[in-house]
């Protein structure tokens, strides 16, 4: 018979189409179009920069908390070396009174080694001198202290601790977003790692004053990478870039965006190119980001994963996105 060469009976194409399918059954999702990822970027940018915010702000009250702790535990500790020389003192006292004509009173007290039940005994004896019994009342009020400090120590210890897990989600979440975002960028072909040892540019507008000194900061970090997170000096974060710019001309900002707008809410001035001035800070609607305005419609800002710190034009894509602006 001979073979007959045509169209494969359905059965068999299906047999065939089977067998060229991988052997996990899984059929290849097709990549998204260039427009696709674009937009599918925007929308990260838009909640990593609010993501990023949560973590800097979980990451300050960890370090505030943790700060306060350090402290309360030096005090505590001081302290204890307070008591502990004291109690050295009563215990030279107490062998003391041992000695010289007191032994009910010493053998109590190196029965027991405590320095209250002296105290007591020496009283009810009315064998205690002035001086001894200043070292008593010393002795008694340091321990109390001593207890006190170590109570607020443990309670700032415990809120570091709480401070520390919500830090924890936050970073992990950040993380998952920079992930996506980099795979994106490189896939648009668009990623920029940046240069930490760059040396910037140097600023010539016309800011005066403080807001120059801010700005001339800025300018001298342009082309070193976003980092989220970032405090510089070879990375930074939006907030994290004005924050060190208005430092150096001797402004404290709080350190996230949320804070900042809301540290500013008594200084907020019109968006009106004709009323902002170089140096006013910028933040953009759902304060998921923010920059400074450097004059002549620009601003200079620390954008988003995988690009460097830049000067970009107050267009009609950045004036549809801003909330508000103040002066610091």
């Not at 097709?30 to 970027?41: C, D, G, M, S």
């Not at 700060?67 to 009563?90: I, S």
């Not at 907020?268 to 923010?290: A, C, E, I, T």
């Amino acid at each position: 018979m001979p073979v007959r060469v045509g169209r494969i009976p359905v059965a068999a194409g299906l047999v065939i189409a089977a067998l060229l399918l991988p052997l996990d059954g899984a059929i290849a999702e097709p990549q998204p179009t260039i427009a696709q990822a674009r937009a599918k970027l925007e929308k990260l940018n838009d909640q990593a920069g609010k993501v990023v915010d949560r973590y800097n702000l979980a990451n300050e009250r960890w370090k505030k908390a943790k700060k306060n702790y350090e402290e309360l535990n030096e005090v505590y500790n001081r302290q204890r070396k307070t008591v502990d020389g004291l109690r050295r003192d009563l215990v030279t006292m107490a062998v003391s009174t041992y000695q010289y004509g007191g032994s009910s009173l010493g053998e109590g007290f190196v029965a027991n080694g405590d320095p209250q039940s002296l105290l007591r005994g020496m009283a009810a004896s009315n064998q205690i001198s002035a001086g001894h019994a200043q070292a008593l009342r010393s002795f008694d009020a340091a321990t109390r202290a001593l207890k006190l400090q170590h109570g607020k120590a443990k309670d700032a210890l415990a809120d570091a601790d709480r401070a520390r897990d919500t830090l924890a989600p936050e970073r992990d979440k950040a993380r998952r977003l920079v992930a996506e975002q980099t795979k994106l960028l490189r896939r648009l072909g668009t990623f920029r790692a940046g240069d930490p040892n760059s040396p910037g540019v140097v600023y010539t507008g016309s800011a005066s004053g403080n807001a120059r000194l801010a700005l001339q900061f800025a300018y001298a970090q342009i082309g070193k990478p976003y980092q989220w997170g970032g405090e510089g000096p070879g990375s930074y974060d939006c907030s994290g870039l004005t924050q060190s710019s208005w430092a150096k001309a001797g402004v404290g900002l709080p350190r996230t965006t949320y804070e900042q707008w809301s540290w500013g809410a008594g200084r907020r001035v019109p968006l009106d190119l004709n009323q902002l001035q170089p140096g006013d800070l910028l933040f953009s609607k759902g304060l998921g980001h923010m920059g400074m305005y450097a004059g002549n419609g620009k601003m200079v800002h620390a954008p988003r994963t995988g690009d460097i710190i830049k000067v970009v034009d107050l267009d009609d894509y950045w004036w549809g996105r801003l909330l508000g602006a103040i002066r610091p």
